[in-house]
């Protein structure tokens, strides 16, 4: 089975402070996706990444940036949090080819204050 | 259904019944579908997936139905258990695997 995880499960940062969002996957797949959750919203693709040091912007880059340094792990960082990056961010993996599924981890509940 | 403005829609079953969920997807290009479901404080966990040359495919308890003509996407849940309760939504790929849309989801609350 595919695990993904995310380092922290709730995080709470003050506003302006650098957030460091940690994701690792264990089934060697080429592609990382960093979401966020918000309600009635569905998911919104942020960022993700198809190979090391490689990334593409989603639909709502703003104020987040990545790193994608091992294959394994996938970073989302907020350099200067604000109040409206409160949020779960979901990240997720997924091998290259067509007709799969996404693997997501449990999830980090960021509050910002 | 899938939910406009900020409150999911739900769905009371009582435990024992069978549940149907419905989706209404956007593109009439996309080509695979998949069912999550999301558990309080969990991650989305993979349900069942269909392609688009399939009308119908079965699960463990649970069947996605899909209707092109209308751009509809269904899941049904048989026999509904308590362990059911949870946010499901559907998702779309249209093409290439980067492109996920996914829809709002709707809440399932099982009553005993």
């Known amino acids: 089975d595919v695990k993904v995880t995310q380092s922290s499960r709730y995080l709470v940062k003050r506003t302006g402070e650098k957030v460091f969002l940690e994701c690792v996957q264990d089934?060697?797949?080429?592609?990382m996706f960093w979401y966020r959750q918000d309600p009635g919203l569905g998911l919104r693709l942020i960022y993700f990444?198809?190979?090391?040091?490689?990334?593409e912007k989603g639909d709502i880059p703003e104020g987040y940036s990545v790193s994608r340094e091992k294959k394994e792990r996938f970073s989302l960082i907020l350099e200067s949090a604000s109040t409206n990056q409160t949020s779960m961010y979901l990240c997720?993996?997924?091998?290259?080819?067509?007709?799969?599924?996404?693997?997501f981890g449990n999830g980090t509940r960021l509050t910002v204050t | 259904g899938e939910s406009v403005g900020l409150h999911l829609p739900t769905l009371s079953v009582q435990e024992g019944d069978n549940s149907i969920i419905n989706c209404a997807y956007s593109?009439?290009?996309?080509?695979?579908f998949i069912w999550y479901k999301q558990e309080s404080g969990k991650g989305p966990q993979f349900i069942i997936d269909?392609?688009?040359?399939?009308d119908k495919r079965q699960g463990q308890r649970v069947t996605v139905l899909l209707n092109k003509t209308v751009k509809h996407l269904s899941l049904q849940i048989a026999a509904t258990q308590p362990g059911d309760s949870a946010v499901y939504f559907c998702?779309?790929?249209?093409?290439?695997?980067?492109?996920?849309?996914f829809g709002a989801g709707t809440q399932v609350v099982v009553t005993p």
């Open positions: 089934m060697d797949h080429e592609n």
């Open positions: 269909i392609r688009s040359n399939m």
């Open positions: 593109n009439s290009a996309s080509d695979y």
């Open positions: 990444s198809y190979d090391v040091k490689m990334k």
């Open positions: 998702a779309e790929i249209m093409g290439s695997w980067g492109k996920f849309q």
């Open positions: 997720a993996s997924i091998m290259t080819g067509r007709d799969s599924p996404l693997h």
